[in-house]
């Protein structure tokens, strides 16, 4: 089965970037949507991005846009989250997944182990 392992994550003063990885174990990953969830210590586990399997089409959550960009390479089998312009509430555990398709992606079917992003104020 798939496995996927988050990296990145750290503190960050508001108004700082961090940029959070995921690796994927199988190439059976190209063929998978892929996006980033977070659970906050406000909120439910929440949908902050997504990537279709080919790359051409990317969705977020609209408090994200414009700050957050999502990118994957199917060669290194890896999705990426850049994050700029961090805010307080963009603090909490980022989870990578994977789904069949964009529609599905709040409902992946692989979860990695997240990881932590904590931004100051």
């Known amino acids: 089965q798939e496995q996927l392992v988050e990296s990145g994550g750290g503190l960050v003063q508001a108004g700082g970037s961090l940029r959070l990885s995921c690796a994927a174990s199988?190439?059976?990953?190209?063929?998978?949507?892929m996006g980033w969830l977070r659970q906050t210590p406000r909120k439910e586990r929440e949908f902050v991005a997504a990537?279709?399997?080919?790359?051409?089409?990317?969705t977020y959550t609209d408090s994200v846009k414009g700050r957050f960009t999502i990118s994957r390479d199917n060669v290194k089998n890896t999705v990426s989250l850049q994050m700029v312009d961090l805010k307080p509430e963009d603090t909490g555990v980022y989870y990578c997944a994977s789904a069949l398709g964009l529609a599905t992606i709040t409902s992946p079917h692989v979860w990695g182990q997240g990881t932590l992003v904590t931004v100051s104020s």
């Open positions: 990537i279709s399997w080919s790359g051409t089409e990317t």
């Open positions: 199988t190439s059976t990953f190209r063929t998978y949507a």
